[in-house]
């Protein structure tokens, strides 16, 4: 077992490579009273054509697969796991993304009963027509209840205008007609595919003992066979689809998401490249920025504008998103903003002012137990270590995002995405 | 155990409530307002938080005054109006990193009580009064946010089920006021209103991981307090008929949400017996509507019970299809007359009491959660603690759940649908 630390935050974890091929994040946090564990796999709405290494042909599986084989994976032959935590006391639940699948707990009860469920159903299929038939009907409501959601309309929207093949564009449950071809076959091949040990991922925080944790785990893993998941998307143009796009829905104040379109590295985004990605957000549209200010005073914007790095494997973009009378106006200031930036240059005060901002934000970060867990997964899918957001906040220069600006934020890979009242 | 405390030579409307919680890394000061829930205050009262969270004297503008918070390592500010039984909670909290976590243990905490002081009592005023330019900016931005609430209609369906179910009581009152009552706010209306909040609110200082450096206790005894207002929550105990009211939007889902009058309010005892059959009902994913609306019938993705303790109103709601009305409504009515019934086993019951004392205990790992806790408890004499409630939940007997689900009386049916030629 190693032992991870920060000195400058003093905290640690403890890192343990499970025989079973399992990874293992254990965080003790001295004092609090419940234990949050997340039990994921790198396996999410993105993953629609894939093969295991030594297979001949592609699998090529429906929109929002992964999505409904969360759902499913809490059924069993004979007692659905809801049923089984309802013993233990634990809060439980599960989410899929665009680029992994996590199910969780937490408790403050009976944590060993628990973790044992939850590495124990995860690795318990069980699908039957009968119980693919009658998912399609709650998760048809589950779509139909983001079809009406228009901060999920407007992202999505953005996506497909940004992107032209990557699997990204498509909504993370799929479409009421797209999982209608789901089946239990269809299940089980993506299950055996990515629910490999070796592809996934334990983390724990809280009120918890590595020992416990390992014990359970020696107990209820069932060893993986080493296996290479191979994925396959189709080449992604550099250019955006379009530079607009717009739905109607029932909401009374406009809503727009402007994005950029940014070329993602093969090896995804390391520690450095995100701090510096956040810093510059902040610069340009953070509450202490210029442009902020002056989109509030010319009653563009509201409390709710916000700015976010959307990142995953295969694509990175930048967003900034908020309610506006004139998503029009909102974009072109953006737009404009940024120009101005790449010109004139980043103050240095100004960022210093983020980079103190950002500092106290990634300490914050070390309060949550279920923050941490939550994490500590990502930290291991994306190798972006837990700690290191706060070592690179503490040496990055004006330079290096200066740097960033100079080569990303190009006019013509932006597209605006807005959502009107009906 | 934390303990409510007054503040010497302050009227017994300003407590105190100090948590030395050293665990978290995050420290946490703030200041909440509570009055009652008027229609025609309500606006003049919501406006207030957001507008003297954004500026005051020393920091002039909404720029200033956040690279200030950014240079005290991203300390973080917030405005906010909540409800609270009938009354209005007006709340300027503010965060920041311990100051050892800094690189010269710079004394954040301090600096952060001292900003609260200079927001609350220190603003910026032309001629006594606030600047009509901030006032009109705040208006705008209030007004936007009620507009919003119409965004997400879970939340929209909610609201609406309460304004129809307590259209003549306080709680039927939306928090931030009306767009029409926020557009009709003077400059003058708005800087009567904070100095009618500073005297006569009742008020809470919360500290959690900082100690109390005494700057807002005297700021409180030299502003002239009065007499501090009187907050009461009108609690009616039995529906009389039922009103059935449907709104009709271009929306892809339908909302149905079902208030029911629960019998019992704070300080009854009851109460815990009634959180515990309104968790039985739908607040887990083991409850009676989980299970049936929604695992047995397919009826929707979402099915559940909420309870406001306050008022003594329990609100079901659900995402169905249109039309599945009255399929959903009924498989509602009949689980609520199951637990009526006694129809549920001991370990369906002891699970929901497990669940619930996992869902308090667990508020004490998180920084806004614990101190919520307890200033949610502004209202009562003395503070309980997430265990101890933990240990009363467990001490609820089937009989007093039966009890408890009998009480319940339907009040209001409310739905959400789309538009009749199907859009």
Redesign the interface.
């Known amino acids: 077992m190693n032992v991870v630390k920060s000195a400058l ?1 003093d905290e640690s974890y403890y890192e343990y490579d499970h025989p079973s091929g399992l990874k293992i994040l254990v965080y003790p ?6 234990a949050y564990a997340i039990f994921g796999t790198r396996y999410g709405s993105i993953d629609t054509r894939f093969r295991l290494k030594g297979e001949q042909e592609w699998t090529v599986v429906p929109e929002g697969i992964a999505h409904f084989l969360e759902h499913k994976l809490f059924e069993s032959q004979d007692e659905d796991a ?2 089984r ?9 599960a989410f899929t993304s665009f680029d992994r699948t996590c199910y969780l707990f ?4 009976n944590f060993g009963a628990s973790l044992e469920i939850l590495l124990d159903f995860v690795q318990s299929p069980y699908f039957t027509k009968e119980t693919v038939d ?1 998912e399609q ?3 048809g ?2 779509i ?2 983001y ?5 999920w309309r407007v992202m999505f929207n953005l996506l497909t205008a940004l992107y032209h093949t990557h699997p990204v564009r498509i909504d993370i449950a799929g479409t009421v007609e797209s999982i209608a071809k789901i089946d239990a076959d269809l299940l089980y091949k993506c299950y055996h595919t990515f629910y490999n040990l070796n592809n996934m991922v334990l983390a724990v925080a ?1 009120k918890v003992d590595p020992k416990e944790v390992l014990a359970i785990a020696d107990r209820v893993l069932t060893p993986s066979a080493d296996a290479v998941i191979e994925r396959s998307f189709e080449e992604e143009p550099e250019g955006i689809v379009k530079d607009h796009v717009e739905q ?6 406009p ?1 727009f998401m402007f994005g950029y379109k940014e070329t993602p590295k093969a090896e995804g985004m390391d520690t450095q490249t995100l701090v510096e990605w956040e810093l510059l957000l902040e610069l340009i549209a953070g ?2 920025s ?1 442009l ?2 002056r989109l ?2 010319e ?1 563009l914007i ?3 504008f916000g700015t976010e790095l959307f990142e995953g494997r295969g694509y990175v973009s930048a967003m900034f998103a908020g ?1 506006s009378k004139d998503p029009e106006a909102v974009a072109q200031a953006v737009k404009a903003e940024i120009e101005r930036l790449k010109k004139d240059g980043i103050d240095k005060d100004a960022f210093e ?2 980079r ?6 990634s ?2 970060a ?4 279920e923050g941490i867990a939550n994490n500590l997964s990502s930290a291991h899918f994306t190798g972006r270590g837990l700690f290191d957001t706060a070592e690179v906040l503490s040496r990055v220069t004006c330079e290096q995002v200066q740097g960033l600006l100079k080569e990303s934020l190009r006019p013509e890979r932006s597209a605006l995405s807005t959502i009107l009242p ?1 | 155990m934390p303990v409510w405390k007054t503040v010497p030579s302050v009227d017994d409307g300003v407590k105190l409530l100090s948590l030395p919680d050293s665990r978290f890394k995050t420290k946490r000061a703030a200041v909440s307002f509570y009055v009652p829930l008027h229609a025609e205050s309500a606006a003049a009262m919501a406006i207030l938080p957001y507008l003297l969270s954004h500026s005051c004297r020393e920091y002039p503008n909404v720029t200033l005054l956040n690279e200030r918070l950014a240079s005290l390592y991203g300390a973080k500010l917030f405005g906010s109006v909540e409800r609270l039984g009938e009354s209005q909670v007006l709340t300027i909290s503010v965060f920041a990193i311990g100051d050892e976590y800094t690189p010269d243990n710079e004394p954040l905490s301090r600096e952060c009580m001292s900003l609260l002081r200079a927001l609350l009592f220190d603003p910026v005023l032309e001629d006594g009064c606030f600047p009509a330019s901030s006032i009109e900016q705040e208006k705008r931005c209030l007004t936007e946010l009620i507009e919003a609430e119409q965004n997400d209609k879970r939340t929209y369906a909610r609201n609406r089920c309460e304004q129809i179910m307590c259209e003549s009581e306080g709680y039927g009152i939306n928090k931030y006021g009306t767009v029409q009552t926020v557009t009709a706010l003077s400059p003058a209306d708005v800087t009567a209103a904070w100095k009618t909040l500073l005297k006569t609110a009742r008020v809470c200082l919360s500290f959690l991981g900082m100690e109390s450096d005494g700057t807002l206790e005297e700021a409180f005894k030299a502003c002239g307090r009065t007499q501090p207002v009187s907050c009461q929550t009108h609690v009616i105990d039995k529906a009389q008929k039922v009103k059935e009211v449907t709104d009709r939007l271009p929306v892809n889902q339908a909302k149905l949400v079902m208030g029911f009058r629960t019998g019992t309010a704070e300080p009854d005892p009851a109460v815990m017996a009634t959180r515990m059959m309104v968790a039985l009902l739908g607040g887990t994913a083991h409850s009676k509507f989980f299970l049936n609306v929604r695992e047995k019938l397919h009826l929707c993705y979402y099915c559940s019970a909420r309870f406001d303790r306050h008022k003594g109103i329990m609100l079901v709601e659900s995402g169905i299809e249109q039309e599945n009305f009255e399929k959903a409504k009924a498989e509602i009515l009949r689980q609520i007359e199951a637990v009526q019934a006694g129809d549920f086993t001991d370990e369906e019951l002891s699970a929901t009491v497990m669940s619930i004392q996992n869902s308090f205990c667990t508020v004490s790992d998180r920084v806004t959660g614990i101190a919520t806790w307890y200033e949610n408890q502004y209202f009562d004499d003395t503070l309980v603690t997430p265990e101890e409630s933990a240990d009363a939940a467990g001490k609820v007997t089937r009989e007093e759940v039966v009890a408890a689900a009998k009480r319940l009386t339907l009040d209001t049916i409310y739905l959400l649908t789309g538009e009749e030629d199907g859009q």
Not at chain 1, 85 to 93: E, H, I, L, M, P
Not at chain 1, 106 to 109: A, F, G, N, V, Y
């Open positions: 935050l946090k001295e004092g609090y009273q419940s809801f049923a935590y309802a013993r233990t006391g634990a809060n439980a639940n937490s408790c403050t009860e009658k009907g709650i998760i409501q589950e139909r209840m079809d009406d959601e228009p901060n809280g109607k829905l029932s909401v009374s104040v809503l509450k202490t210029p902020y200010r509030l005073d009653q509201n409390e709710s309610e002012r983020v103190r901002e950002r500092y106290g934000l300490v914050m070390f309060d949550s137990v009906a």
